[in-house]
Protein backbone atom coordinates (compact mmCIF):
# COMPACT_ATOMS: atom_id res chain seq x y z
CA UNK A 1 0.00 0.00 0.00
CA UNK A 2 2.38 2.32 1.32
CA UNK A 3 5.15 1.42 -2.38
CA UNK A 4 1.42 2.07 -4.53
CA UNK A 5 1.03 5.80 -3.07
CA UNK A 6 4.58 6.54 -3.43
CA UNK A 7 4.35 5.26 -7.02
CA UNK A 8 1.21 7.67 -7.73
CA UNK A 9 2.76 10.61 -5.86
CA UNK A 10 5.63 10.20 -8.83
CA UNK A 11 3.39 10.38 -10.83
CA UNK A 12 1.84 13.54 -9.81
CA UNK A 13 5.09 14.81 -10.15
CA UNK A 14 5.47 14.03 -13.89
CA UNK A 15 7.38 11.59 -13.77
CA UNK A 16 6.49 8.78 -16.38
CA UNK A 17 6.35 5.18 -16.44
CA UNK A 18 9.38 5.06 -18.46
CA UNK A 19 10.93 7.51 -15.90
CA UNK A 20 9.97 4.76 -12.96
CA UNK A 21 11.23 2.17 -14.80
CA UNK A 22 14.52 3.81 -14.91
CA UNK A 23 14.63 4.68 -11.01
CA UNK A 24 13.28 0.99 -10.77
CA UNK A 25 15.76 -0.45 -12.77
CA UNK A 26 18.63 1.56 -10.87
CA UNK A 27 17.64 0.31 -7.32
CA UNK A 28 17.82 -3.35 -8.86
CA UNK A 29 20.57 -2.84 -10.12
CA UNK A 30 22.56 -1.42 -6.92
CA UNK A 31 20.95 -4.24 -4.87
CA UNK A 32 22.73 -6.29 -7.30
CA UNK A 33 25.87 -4.87 -6.79
CA UNK A 34 25.68 -4.96 -3.15
CA UNK A 35 24.64 -8.67 -2.76
CA UNK A 36 27.66 -9.38 -5.53
CA UNK A 37 29.87 -7.43 -2.90
CA UNK A 38 28.84 -9.17 0.00
CA UNK A 39 29.33 -12.42 -2.11
CA UNK A 40 32.30 -11.79 -2.85
CA UNK A 41 33.96 -9.98 0.10
CA UNK A 42 34.81 -7.25 -2.18
CA UNK A 43 37.05 -8.91 -4.08
CA UNK A 44 37.05 -9.00 -8.03
CA UNK A 45 36.27 -12.49 -8.99
CA UNK A 46 38.15 -12.72 -12.11
CA UNK A 47 39.84 -10.57 -15.23
CA UNK A 48 42.48 -9.03 -14.90
CA UNK A 49 42.69 -7.58 -11.42
CA UNK A 50 41.17 -10.87 -10.08
CA UNK A 51 42.02 -11.04 -6.49
CA UNK A 52 42.62 -7.11 -6.04
CA UNK A 53 39.52 -5.43 -2.98
CA UNK A 54 36.97 -3.26 -4.48
CA UNK A 55 36.22 -0.38 -2.52
CA UNK A 56 32.10 -1.41 -3.17
CA UNK A 57 31.30 1.71 -4.88
CA UNK A 58 32.08 2.60 -8.44
CA UNK A 59 31.86 6.65 -9.67
CA UNK A 60 29.77 7.09 -12.67
CA UNK A 61 30.61 3.54 -13.80
CA UNK A 62 28.40 0.16 -12.76
CA UNK A 63 30.22 -1.68 -10.22
CA UNK A 64 28.71 -5.20 -10.95
CA UNK A 65 31.63 -5.43 -14.25
CA UNK A 66 34.34 -4.03 -11.69
CA UNK A 67 33.50 -6.84 -9.20
CA UNK A 68 33.17 -9.61 -11.90
CA UNK A 69 36.42 -8.45 -13.99
CA UNK A 70 34.53 -8.11 -17.18
CA UNK A 71 35.08 -3.85 -16.61
CA UNK A 72 36.16 -2.42 -20.07
CA UNK A 73 37.22 -6.11 -21.37
CA UNK A 74 38.52 -4.67 -24.32
CA UNK A 75 41.39 -3.04 -23.45
CA UNK A 76 42.76 -5.04 -20.85
CA UNK A 77 44.98 -6.68 -22.53
CA UNK A 78 46.39 -4.06 -24.32
CA UNK A 79 46.63 -2.05 -20.70
CA UNK A 80 48.73 -4.98 -19.57
CA UNK A 81 51.05 -5.25 -22.52
CA UNK A 82 51.55 -1.16 -22.62
CA UNK A 83 52.55 -1.21 -19.10
CA UNK A 84 55.16 -3.71 -18.50
CA UNK A 85 58.35 -1.30 -18.71
CA UNK A 86 56.64 1.93 -17.70
CA UNK A 87 58.37 4.03 -14.54
CA UNK A 88 55.04 5.81 -13.60
CA UNK A 89 51.26 4.77 -14.63
CA UNK A 90 48.92 8.13 -14.96
CA UNK A 91 44.88 8.03 -14.44
CA UNK A 92 42.92 10.92 -15.43
CA UNK A 93 39.73 10.44 -14.33
CA UNK A 94 40.43 7.40 -11.69
CA UNK A 95 37.32 7.19 -9.78
CA UNK A 96 37.26 4.75 -7.37
CA UNK A 97 40.72 3.79 -8.68
CA UNK A 98 39.47 0.72 -10.24
CA UNK A 99 43.06 0.84 -12.62
CA UNK A 100 45.18 2.79 -10.60
CA UNK A 101 45.01 -0.06 -7.88
CA UNK A 102 44.94 -2.92 -10.33
CA UNK A 103 47.65 -1.45 -12.24
CA UNK A 104 49.49 -1.04 -8.75
CA UNK A 105 48.72 -4.25 -7.79
CA UNK A 106 49.43 -6.35 -10.81
CA UNK A 107 52.65 -4.61 -11.47
CA UNK A 108 55.92 -3.68 -10.55
CA UNK A 109 55.43 0.06 -12.01
CA UNK A 110 56.59 2.88 -8.76
CA UNK A 111 54.67 5.32 -9.15
CA UNK A 112 50.96 5.55 -9.64
CA UNK A 113 49.13 8.96 -10.11
CA UNK A 114 45.41 8.99 -9.88
CA UNK A 115 43.51 12.52 -11.47
CA UNK A 116 39.76 13.06 -10.81
CA UNK A 117 38.03 15.85 -9.69
CA UNK A 118 35.47 14.63 -7.37
CA UNK A 119 36.66 14.49 -3.79
CA UNK A 120 34.13 12.02 -2.87
CA UNK A 121 35.53 9.59 -5.91
CA UNK A 122 39.61 10.22 -4.63
CA UNK A 123 38.61 8.48 -1.08
CA UNK A 124 37.86 5.88 -2.82
CA UNK A 125 40.65 5.36 -4.17
CA UNK A 126 42.87 6.52 -1.23
CA UNK A 127 40.95 3.70 0.15
CA UNK A 128 41.09 0.91 -2.40
CA UNK A 129 45.49 1.63 -2.38
CA UNK A 130 44.93 1.10 1.32
CA UNK A 131 43.53 -1.92 0.82
CA UNK A 132 45.38 -3.68 -1.23
CA UNK A 133 48.49 -2.62 0.23
CA UNK A 134 50.04 -0.21 -2.54
CA UNK A 135 49.67 3.66 -0.44
CA UNK A 136 53.40 3.54 -0.72
CA UNK A 137 53.50 4.03 -4.55
CA UNK A 138 50.09 5.66 -5.24
CA UNK A 139 48.91 9.54 -5.63
CA UNK A 140 45.88 11.14 -6.36
CA UNK A 141 44.89 14.65 -7.14
CA UNK A 142 42.02 17.13 -8.13
CA UNK A 143 43.96 18.39 -10.78
CA UNK A 144 46.80 18.21 -13.37
CA UNK A 145 48.71 20.51 -12.57
CA UNK A 146 49.09 19.32 -9.36
CA UNK A 147 50.27 15.74 -10.13
CA UNK A 148 52.35 16.55 -13.44
CA UNK A 149 55.73 17.22 -11.77
CA UNK A 150 55.98 14.04 -10.01
CA UNK A 151 55.82 12.40 -13.56
CA UNK A 152 59.19 10.86 -14.77
CA UNK A 153 60.48 7.69 -16.75
CA UNK A 154 57.96 6.18 -19.11
CA UNK A 155 54.79 6.58 -18.63
CA UNK A 156 51.82 5.76 -19.54
CA UNK A 157 48.79 7.90 -19.29
CA UNK A 158 45.08 6.63 -19.53
CA UNK A 159 42.48 9.49 -19.66
CA UNK A 160 39.08 8.59 -19.57
CA UNK A 161 36.93 12.11 -18.58
CA UNK A 162 33.45 11.65 -20.37
CA UNK A 163 34.15 14.52 -23.15
CA UNK A 164 36.27 16.44 -22.15
CA UNK A 165 39.30 14.57 -23.50
CA UNK A 166 40.59 17.59 -25.89
CA UNK A 167 41.00 20.08 -22.81
CA UNK A 168 42.51 17.26 -20.57
CA UNK A 169 44.91 16.41 -23.62
CA UNK A 170 45.52 20.43 -24.02
CA UNK A 171 46.43 21.44 -20.16
CA UNK A 172 48.39 17.81 -20.29
CA UNK A 173 50.67 18.60 -22.94
CA UNK A 174 51.01 22.12 -21.86
CA UNK A 175 52.29 21.46 -18.25
CA UNK A 176 54.71 18.96 -19.76
CA UNK A 177 58.47 19.01 -20.14
CA UNK A 178 59.84 17.92 -23.56
CA UNK A 179 61.11 14.87 -21.62
CA UNK A 180 58.16 13.94 -20.16
CA UNK A 181 56.88 14.06 -23.53
CA UNK A 182 58.78 12.04 -25.12
CA UNK A 183 58.67 8.82 -23.20
CA UNK A 184 55.03 9.45 -22.71
CA UNK A 185 52.19 6.64 -24.17
CA UNK A 186 48.69 7.65 -24.24
CA UNK A 187 44.90 5.50 -23.52
CA UNK A 188 42.27 7.82 -24.26
CA UNK A 189 38.95 6.84 -24.11
CA UNK A 190 36.74 8.66 -26.89
CA UNK A 191 33.15 9.88 -26.18
CA UNK A 192 31.15 11.06 -29.32
CA UNK A 193 31.06 14.98 -30.00
CA UNK A 194 29.77 16.34 -33.25
CA UNK A 195 32.15 19.16 -33.02
Do not use: W
Amino acid sequence: EQGVNEVRGLFKKGLSARDLLIIAANFRRKEIEKSLCNCFGDKIVDGPFKGCIHPGQAHESCLSPKILGTYEKEISRDLHELVTDKDCFIDIGCAEGYYTTGVGVTTEIPLILGIDISEKALKQARLSSELNGISDKTQFFLDIPEAVHLIKGKSLVMIDVDGSEIDVIDELFSLLNPDQNKLMELIIETDYRPD
